[in-house]
């Protein structure tokens, strides 16, 4: 049994089906990643586990259970950080905590030592007796992370939290993430920006028209969309066996694609982890000499337009 479980979600809007039979399984521990282009339905399924928005049809589980039918069961573990800031611009920062730490129930001494805490994993310690208006946007930003976390939250909703702010906000916002998650929060995470998600998310369901065109790890995703893998083995230039290499690598690796001028052995493969000793093999067995290795592993951001785009060509 998945810790969150989305199980055929639909939500239409009068003609635009916004959620068009969306599933996918989020385990307990780990940072769950969802992109797509704008109107993919992104936002709809953030309302969805979020317990904010009931689908058409189809299901949310939490450990089992329906958060549809008993939202009760996911919110008191939920911590949902919005894009829009909700803080009083007249208080201080300290103020603003207090202020949400009551209204999910952190009780004193508790609340004083956890305001503390989630000031310095924002990197707000300093600036806790600061109005909230004297302090820059990247900075409200982060407190208004710190007050939607100030409960401890099991389970945390971001969506968009790093858009439009300043590269050191950013900065503390994904060492945060990173920390929460190694605390053993579960994070569900939506960003334009590929990289992060890149880096901070252990899987990633990409969405586009309403659809799951693509869910799992970045492997898993590469696979899927086809893109390869590359290494270039710069051969020694005097080396007089460097000419018989193409025959040896082929019979190795019959699936991957093999190419070879006066300098360099080009290998287009999958799953070059698994391969790359056995290549650097066949050429000491050869006797050629390798001056240097090149390995051009493809980034999620080549994957991830590699599956929209083709996804586009089919659907049209
Ligand atoms: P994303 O967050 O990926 O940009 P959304 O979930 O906001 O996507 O929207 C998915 C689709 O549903 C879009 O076509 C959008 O126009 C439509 N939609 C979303 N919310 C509403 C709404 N409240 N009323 C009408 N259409 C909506």
């Given at each position: 049994?998945?810790?969150i479980?989305?199980?055929s979600?639909?939500k239409?809007?009068h003609?635009?089906k916004?959620l068009?039979?969306?599933s996918?399984?989020?385990?307990?521990g780990?940072?769950?990643?969802?992109?797509?282009?704008?109107?993919?339905?992104?936002?709809?399924?953030?309302?969805m586990?979020?317990?904010?928005?009931?689908?058409?049809?189809?299901e949310?589980?939490?450990?089992g259970s329906?958060?549809?039918?008993n939202?009760?069961?996911?919110?008191?573990?939920?911590?949902l950080?919005?894009?829009?800031?909700?803080?009083?611009?007249n208080?201080s920062?300290?103020?603003?905590?207090?202020?949400?730490?009551?209204?999910y129930?952190?009780?004193?001494?508790?609340?004083?030592?956890?305001?503390s805490?989630?000031?310095r994993?924002?990197g707000?310690?300093?600036?806790?007796?600061?109005?909230?208006?004297?302090?820059?946007?990247?900075m409200?930003?982060?407190?208004?992370?710190?007050?939607?976390l100030?409960?401890?939250?099991?389970?945390?909703?971001?969506?968009?939290?790093t858009?439009?702010?300043?590269?050191?906000?950013?900065?503390?916002?994904?060492s945060?993430?990173?920390q929460l998650?190694?605390?053993?929060?579960?994070?569900?995470?939506t960003s334009?920006?590929?990289d992060?998600?890149?880096?901070?998310?252990?899987?990633?369901t990409?969405?586009d028209?309403?659809?799951v065109?693509?869910?799992g790890?970045?492997?898993?995703?590469?696979?899927?969309?086809?893109?390869r893998?590359?290494?270039?083995?710069?051969l020694d230039?005097?080396?007089?066996?460097?000419?018989?290499?193409i025959?040896?690598?082929?019979?190795?690796?019959?699936?991957?694609?093999v190419?070879?001028?006066?300098r360099m052995?080009?290998?287009?493969?999958?799953?070059?982890?698994?391969k790359?000793?056995?290549?650097?093999?066949?050429?000491?067995r050869?006797?050629?000499?390798?001056?240097?290795?090149?390995?051009?592993?493809?980034?999620?951001?080549?994957?991830?337009?590699?599956l929209?785009?083709n996804k586009?060509?089919?659907?049209?």
């Open positions: 049994m998945s810790f479980e989305a199980r979600l639909v239409k809007y003609k635009v916004a068009d039979e969306v996918f399984e989020i385990e307990e780990t940072v769950f990643g969802i992109l797509g282009p704008n109107g993919a339905g992104k936002s709809t399924a953030i309302l586990l979020s317990t904010l928005l009931k689908p058409d049809e189809g949310i589980l939490y450990n329906s958060t549809i039918k939202p009760g069961i996911l919110r008191p573990i939920l911590g950080v919005p894009q829009d800031i909700a803080l009083y611009q208080l920062a300290k103020e603003n905590l207090e202020f949400w730490g009551r209204i129930g952190v009780k004193e001494p508790l609340l004083t030592s956890r305001i805490e989630i000031a994993l924002v707000l310690s300093d600036r806790l007796r600061d109005k909230v208006d004297t302090l820059s946007g990247g409200k930003r982060r407190l208004n992370i710190a007050a939607a100030i409960h401890k939250p099991r389970v945390i909703i971001m969506d968009e939290p858009v439009g702010i300043d590269a050191q906000s950013r900065k503390y916002i994904i945060a993430i990173k998650n190694a605390e053993g929060s579960t994070i569900i995470y334009h920006y590929i992060e998600v890149e880096s901070l998310c252990h899987k990633i990409i969405l028209r309403g659809r065109i693509a869910c790890n970045k492997e898993e995703l590469r696979r899927k969309s086809g893109v893998e590359k290494i270039t083995i710069e230039s005097n080396d007089e066996n460097k000419h018989q290499i025959p040896e690598v082929l019979a190795a690796f019959p699936d991957s694609e190419t070879q001028d006066d052995v080009e290998v287009v493969t999958d799953e070059l982890s698994t790359l000793s056995k290549i650097l093999n066949v050429f000491d050869n006797n050629v000499k390798v001056a240097q290795v090149n390995i051009d592993k493809p980034n999620l951001e080549k994957i991830y337009f590699s929209i785009e586009a060509e089919a659907a049209d």
